[in-house]
């Protein structure tokens, strides 16, 4: 049986090169290291582009809900021995659907499950929940520098 990990937002910090206001996963809850990853992003009223999208209506932008399960993912990657401490780079994201906003207060909770790996290219399908109803879905590929 493969150990599965959990990782705080330091630990998160020592694998991602991401940083504040870009670093959209908050703490891994389960990683299998080239296999799957849960984790979660909460979203507060203090994210930087609540600012603007949109005053008065907060909603955290799509694309950002793809970058967090995007980040999830390269978790998962880069936790296996081959790629620690490389950069993860974004190739690519197919069949996105948005399915509900995601608002100040929600935790987000991304999960992750990798596809395909050769050499240093990945693929994996990624599904983000609020309160267990589905955000958002895609298809995505990861390319590790």
Known sequence: MTEKIEMTAEEIQAVLPHRYPM?????????????????????????EFFQGHFPGNPVMPGVLIVESLAQAGAIALLKMDRFAGKTPYFGGVDKVKFRRMVRPGDVLKLEVTLDKLKENIGSAHAVATVDGEKACSADLLFLIG
């Open 23 to 47: 670093l959209l996963v908050d703490k891994v809850l389960e990683l299998v290291p080239g296999e799957s990853i849960k984790a979660q992003k909460n979203v507060t009223i203090n994210e």
